[in-house]
């Protein structure tokens, strides 16, 4: 009989990856609670063969439950259905969170549940365009080995790549997902500021994006990221990243300081690879940390 899934969060990821269990994953059929019975039922019509329930304690017998709120808030919903819901001895619940390992849904041990996580890595800004571009998505699992091993099976269910990590290196592993993903999202959103101080009329903004940013990606992917850098510090332009820095000050001056972060963290990139002088690395580092050059 195929497993039935609840899903505890009726965001981002519960339409996305519901969406793809119940098509794809073999899952017979889903229930869906979230903070409100409306945002239970706005995500049930997301993932199709779902339906909706008010509130924890009205979630049937499943074998599979996929806790998908906001990670302050797993343990608690951990809690929450160790005292009040149907889990059994042989479910698998599951939280999807890539800082916090299978240890957070602890509470549920007393009922026997088998523990894991599995965490797409991948952003999910819209649940239907994360669907469209699935397949061959990594998702990082840990936690009890059979929990593990029925995760891994549904990932590679529907079209990803089950990656086993080890617990201790979630965290970390974490927040460099946070530079490649989000940050990387929060340095366009700069750019984008400093077009618009420039007067660069919003298509040329999509323009750039679409070639500088995509083109520095695909560099990093064929290249890696030292031989991928280019620019004003990986040929040790001195006084042009002085000029970018006042001109930043005078019309952005809140985007200086990120500019100057980065600028240091590029010119430890140039080091590296050994072609650009002592002399113009210390400069590039002083004006970054702003010591005058
Ligand atoms: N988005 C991504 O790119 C991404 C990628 C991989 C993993 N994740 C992980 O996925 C998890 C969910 O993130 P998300 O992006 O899907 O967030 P989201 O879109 O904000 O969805 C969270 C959902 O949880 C519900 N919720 C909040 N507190 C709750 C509670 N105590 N009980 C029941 N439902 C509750 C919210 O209800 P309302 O609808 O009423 O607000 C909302 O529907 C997090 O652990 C995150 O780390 C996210």
């Known amino acids: 009989m195929s497993p039935r899934l609840n ?14 269990l119940v098509r794809q994953g073999g899952v017979g059929w889903a229930a869906v609670c979230s903070r409100t019975l409306l945002s239970a039922e706005r995500s049930a019509r997301c993932i199709g063969s779902a339906s909706a329930v008010g509130g924890i304690e009205e979630l049937p017998s499943a074998e599979l439950w996929m806790v998908s709120v906001p990670d302050r808030e797993i343990s608690k919903v951990a ?29 549920l041990r007393q009922r026997g549940a088998l523990l894991g996580s599995l965490h797409p890595v991948r952003s999910i800004a819209d649940p239907a365009v994360a669907i469209s571009q699935f397949e061959g998505t990594v998702c990082a699992i840990e936690g009890d080995e059979e929990a593990a091993q029925q995760l891994a099976q549904l990932v590679r269910r529907i079209g990803g790549v089950a990656l086993q990590v080890p617990p201790a290196a979630k965290l970390l592993c974490h927040a460099g997902h946070v530079f490649a993903s989000n940050y990387l999202v929060a340095v366009l959103d700069a750019a984008r500021q400093l077009y618009e101080a420039a007067g660069v009329p919003p ?68 080091a590296r690879r050994g072609e650009v002088s002592e002399e113009r690395l210390d400069a590039l580092r002083r004006i970054c940390l702003r010591q005058g050059a």
Do not use: M
């Open 7 to 20: 899903i505890i969060g009726g965001g981002k990821v519960a339409q996305a990856l519901g969406g793809l």
């Open 79 to 107: 809690v929450a259905l160790a005292e009040r819901s149907a889990v059994k001895p042989g479910d698998v619940v599951f939280h999807v969170s890539g800082a916090h390992t299978a240890e957070e849904l602890k509470a």
């Open 203 to 270: 298509e040329a903004i999509s323009a750039f994006f679409s070639s500088i940013a995509r083109g520095a990606l695909e560099n990093v992917s064929i290249l890696g990221t030292t031989a991928a850098l280019t620019g004003p510090v990986a040929r040790g332009e001195v006084e042009l990243v002085r000029d970018q820095v006042a001109a930043i000050d005078a019309r952005a001056p809140e985007l200086s300081g990120l500019y100057c972060a980065l600028g240091l963290h590029a010119a430890g990139i140039a």
